[in-house]
Nanobody, 115 residues
Framework: QVQLVESGGASVQPGGSLRLSCAAS????????MAWYRQAPGNQRELVAV????????NYRDSVKGRFTISRDNGKNTVYLQMNSLKAEDTGVYYC????????WGQGTQVTVSS
C-alpha cells in the first residue's frame, strides 16, 4: 500500500526559499520514478518536477526551471523539492507521488507565497 507523507510547507515572502520532503513507504521506492505536483485553489493538480530512479535524470515545468530542484535519497525513501526565489504563483498544496500514478495521494503540504 503506497503511503506518502509530505512536509516542509510554510508561508513565505516572495523571493524566499523552502525545502519540501516526502517520506514514502509501502512500495519499491528506489525502482520508481517520483514526482512533485501542486494544486492551486480553483486549479487542477499540475506536474512540477520529475526525478528518475537513480536521481540522475530530472525534468521541470517551465515556470519553475532554474528555481526548483528535485532530489531523492533512496536510502531514506525520501524525495525532496528545494524551492528558491519563490513567487506568488507558486502558492498551492504540494504533493509527491509515483510518476504517472493517479491515486494514493498523501495529504500534501501547503505553500503560501505572499507579502
Amino acid at each position: 500500500q503506497v503511503q506518502l507523507v509530505e512536509s516542509g510547507g510554510a508561508s513565505v515572502q516572495p523571493g524566499g526559499s523552502l525545502r519540501l520532503s516526502c517520506a514514502a513507504s509501502g512500495f519499491g521506492f528506489s525502482t520508481n520514478t517520483m514526482a512533485w505536483y501542486r494544486q492551486a485553489p480553483g486549479n487542477q493538480r499540475e506536474l512540477v518536477a520529475v526525478i528518475s530512479t537513480g536521481g540522475s535524470g530530472t525534468n521541470y515545468r517551465d515556470s519553475v526551471k532554474g528555481r526548483f530542484t528535485i532530489s531523492r535519497d533512496n536510502g531514506k525513501n525520501t524525495v525532496y523539492l528545494q524551492m528558491n526565489s519563490l513567487k506568488a504563483e507558486d502558492t498551492g498544496v504540494y504533493y509527491c507521488n509515483i510518476y504517472g500514478l493517479s491515486d494514493s495521494w498523501g495529504q500534501g503540504t501547503q505553500v503560501t507565497v505572499s507579502s
